[in-house]
């Protein structure tokens, strides 16, 4: 069965650094998304992204953070200078279609920010 | 906005037996989907059952149940015949017509052996 797979599973950064964050969704599927989940605290929407731009995005979501598909694979993540608050559970998410279809979480990525 | 309420921030059952885990939500909308996400220790986040708020009938998956009641805003899981490896944590999502998901606070359940 085909899966949201993303890389690396954890990732250790200096405060200030940059970190690509890395998703491969499901091949078929068209809508891609980040949520974000602090140790302890629930799921939150980090941006929805379709047809090579950003459809929805949160209030988490300043400048700090982009998104992209640089090959029709890969869909990133990355934060330009992190903070000690970034350090989270990044999780990323498809979906084929555009209408309240499912969307298939990828196994996360545990940042942690020193 | 979309709010979604767990109301359980823990709850516990023996193996074999039902336990049902509550959540309630708000919102103006009137077609929308629901979802119940279980994240195991590993923190995966894995769909457990989805209910389309158009549908009267309730959303069964195996043991995994939902009592859905549009008026009340209600939409429980209910877990039959409870297994060790149930213990994880569960989210409630609520899915609106813009497509973002609304997660609840989750209920962490241990299944006790």
């Known amino acids: 069965e085909p899966e949201v797979t993303q890389t690396p599973s954890h990732q250790v950064t200096q405060m200030g650094q940059e970190v690509i964050l890395r998703c491969v969704p499901i091949s078929n599927h068209l809508y891609f998304y980040w949520y974000r989940q602090i140790l302890g605290q629930k799921v939150e929407f980090l941006v929805s992204?379709?047809?090579?731009?950003?459809?929805?995005k949160s209030e988490i979501f300043d400048d700090q953070f982009s998104v992209e598909r640089p090959d029709g694979s890969n869909f990133t993540l990355k934060i330009r200078s992190t903070k000690l608050e970034d350090s989270a559970m990044y999780f990323c998410a498809s979906k084929i279609a555009a209408v309240q279809e499912t969307q298939y979480f990828g196994p996360g990525t545990r940042l942690l920010v020193l | 906005a979309q709010t979604v309420t767990q109301s359980q921030p823990e709850m516990s059952v023996q193996e074999a037996e039902t336990v049902t885990l509550s959540c309630t939500y708000d919102t103006s909308e009137s077609n929308y989907y629901l979802f119940w996400y279980k994240q195991p220790p590993s923190r995966q986040m894995i769909l457990v059952i989805r209910?389309?708020?158009?549908?009267?009938q309730n959303a069964t998956e195996n043991r995994f149940s939902v009592n859905f009641q549009k008026a009340a805003k209600s939409f429980s899981l209910k877990i039959s015949d409870s297994q060790l490896g149930d213990t994880a944590m569960y989210f409630c999502a609520f899915l609106s017509t813009g497509n973002q998901f609304y997660f609840g606070t989750g209920t962490s359940l241990t299944v006790i052996p």
């Open positions: 992204f379709y047809n090579n731009e950003i459809s929805e």
């Open positions: 209910q389309e708020a158009y549908k009267q």
